[in-house]
């Protein structure tokens, strides 16, 4: 008997499967996803990408303001 499977591609463009049926079995919700839907894997790799893209934009809004005062002074 084959296992039924969906596959989907992850943040890095790897496919990878989806767990269905028995290989969840035993487990409660709290054990099988998080409250985002991400399992674990999924949101540390989302956190690996979201948090240098938050750094660098932070970056440049302070450069900015930075810039901006500089230039004309509100304070």
């Given at each position: 008997?084959s296992?039924?499977?969906?596959?989907?591609?992850?943040?890095?463009?790897?496919?990878?499967?989806?767990?269905?049926?028995?290989?969840?079995?035993?487990?409660?919700?709290?054990?099988?996803?998080?409250?985002?839907?991400?399992?674990?894997?999924?949101?540390?790799?989302f956190?690996?990408?979201?948090?240098?893209?938050?750094?660098?934009?932070?970056?440049?809004v302070?450069l900015?303001?930075?810039?901006?005062?500089?230039?004309?002074?509100?304070?």
């Amino acid at each position: 008997m084959s296992e039924a499977r969906s596959e989907r591609t992850s943040l890095d463009g790897q496919i990878e499967s989806w767990p269905t049926g028995h290989e969840l079995e035993g487990k409660d919700m709290a054990e099988k996803y998080n409250l985002t839907g991400l399992t674990d894997e999924e949101a540390k790799e989302f956190h690996s990408i979201f948090m240098p893209s938050m750094y660098g934009w932070f970056s440049l809004v302070v450069l900015a303001h930075v810039l901006t005062h500089l230039r004309f002074p509100w304070i």
